[in-house]
């Protein structure tokens, strides 16, 4: 199988370190900060920016949660097969904190609305802001724009962007796949 | 993404190795979301439950209706001795009746052994079996294997002993065909009385004495004497089969089993087949049992709703 590279390993390190460069400049305090990642696919990406904020804090801890969406999803019922969820992994209250929902790919906006709901469930944040490595544009069914933002791509509805992560992280990419590839 | 085999939960019996360990994989998601602060998530928000008890419950009840409102599923609940049964419908005919109000699923206790199958041919909704007379009781022997795999890991190999009343237990034929789904060795013990003939033709071990079958076990699940359930007399006087069959520290010392896992179904007699302070020590894990309980039945219900596409 074999796809049109949108971003080669290079390309998607810089875009990452410079998507943790944006965040860093416009928190500059990150004491009452915390990074929530989507399941699956946004934690590696949560990951990342995790990693070199604490590199450009001089290794200051930064909150990171995992959420898992599954239960909140607007489609159960509606789909031949049961969702299997993954685990969710919130080891602290939102309550008044500025959280980062972080995912891969901005697609419907159905998932960031999901994530929204589950987030609440663990408190009242003071503000949410959503950082997303790849924004599909022209394909929203919800209002949904994100703060941060990796590359937009324009691309047609049945084709697919997938960000893959290699084993030993050297080389990471993102992929655009035709629909019958 | 995956799904269950079966469109109902009759009985372990009907579901395979895969459903269970889905089953498993679910319920520990859901364990999590019990853990949170806020104990609900909205999935089902638009299926309706029908709770129907043809028979005494409490935990079972209570830990299936739990469950439901964790998931944000609207609950009725109806129970035999105040219903037009006593009048003389038939169950097809109330539960029609009740689906006719448009409710999507429903979790019976019945009498009858069979009476959800009976139901699931006449039907059009997801049924759990929450118990059927002597027969099976799925939800049970799920989150025993449950509680038993968060303690002990993978059961493949492990060596489950349940003692008492086997003849009268539907805990004790769900968990014995659940334990050897997942690869576990099953035996029974208890007063010859109480242990159903061909019992061995399922390939579990029968044994008479207590002590010899604790040396063999890793895990001991007492059941309780039904005495509701028994018409004639099966073995001489309470304290004769405590004396037997009932479990005490100076048992487990004199056996000498450090390790082992006490389990129970609830609700105990304490001081029939254990003692109290065997139940409340630190073998035991009946009430991760009773916790572990509301996380599998969420789950359950969880892959049976999603299973009904409605649009």
Known sequence: ?181 | MSKLSTKHLLGIKNITPEDIQLIFQTADNFKEVINRPIKKVPSLRDVTIANIFFENSTRTKLSFELAEKRLSADVVNFSASSSSVKKGETLVDTVNNILAMKVDMVVMRHPNPGAHVHLARHVDCSIVNAGDGAHEHPTQALLDAYSLREKLGELKGKKVLIVGDILHSRVALSNIFCLQKLGAEVAVCGPATLIPRHLASLGVKVLLDLKEALRWADVANMLRIQLERQDIEYFPSLREYSMQYGLTRALLEEVGKKDLVIMHPGPINRGVEITSDLADSEYSIILNQVENGVAIRMAVLYLLAGQAKTA
Do not use: C
């Open chain 1, 1 to 181: 199988m074999k796809g049109r590279t949108l971003l080669d390993h290079t390309a998607l390190s810089y875009t990452l370190d410079r998507l943790a460069y944006e965040v860093y400049e416009q928190h500059l305090d990150f004491s009452n900060l915390a990074i929530v990642s989507l399941q699956p696919r946004g934690v590696a990406v949560g990951e990342h920016i995790v990693k070199k904020l604490a590199e450009l804090t001089d290794g200051e801890k930064i909150l990171h949660g995992k959420l898992d969406v599954t239960f909140y999803r607007d489609d159960f019922r509606r789909r031949e097969e049961v969702l299997v969820p993954s685990s969710t992994d919130m080891e602290f209250s939102v309550e008044g904190k500025e959280i980062i929902l972080v995912d891969d790919v901005l697609y419907t906006g159905r998932t960031v609305r999901s994530g929204l709901d589950a987030l609440l469930d663990f408190g009242r944040p003071k503000h949410v802001e959503l950082l997303v490595l790849i924004d599909r544009r022209f394909s929203r069914e919800l209002p949904v724009q994100p703060d941060y933002t990796g590359r937009m791509v324009d691309v047609v509805s049945d084709e697919r962007v997938k960000v893959e992560w290699s084993e030993d992280n050297s080389n990471n990419r993102v992929t655009l796949y035709s629909a019958d590839q």
